[in-house]
């Protein structure tokens, strides 16, 4: 029985592993959302962003004060250059009051994950 076992696990295993690395991650409902911020330079937005993406620039120094204008109810997703400026960006937001903000990561993880598009 131990034999069987040995051997069965690992054929086990592998069909799970194989099974779930083909399937691609599910696109993020959108329709309750009230912005996507990219937190990005003005010149990365310009060069390509997520369709219908607002653009508070992050690294300005002015990105809580430039954020006053967000509704503190409302649904925000924040995507940046890195999932490290988006994670620091989310944060902050958090911090002024606005409770409902979804951290996307980078660019390329955004686009992953919305089904909206991206710009050229």
Do not use: W
């Not at 992050?58 to 006053?68: I, K, P, Q």
């Not at 937001?93 to 955004?110: Q, R």
Request: proline fraction near 3%; charged fraction near 20%.
């Amino acid at each position: 029985m131990k034999i069987l076992k040995a051997l069965v696990a690992p054929v086990l295993a592998i069909s799970l592993t194989s099974g779930l690395s083909g399937c691609a991650p599910a696109k993020l409902d959108v329709s309750d959302v009230a912005g996507i911020i990219d937190v990005r330079t003005p010149e990365a937005f310009a060069e390509s962003h997520i369709t219908g993406a607002i653009n508070i620039d992050y690294s300005s120094g002015d990105f809580l004060a430039n954020s006053t204008s967000l509704r503190k109810t409302d649904k925000y997703f924040v995507y940046g250059e890195s999932s490290e400026q988006a994670s620091e960006a989310s944060a902050d937001l958090i911090s002024i009051g606005v409770s409902d903000v979804t951290n996307l990561g980078s660019f390329a993880d955004a686009q992953s994950v919305l089904p909206l598009g991206a710009t050229k």
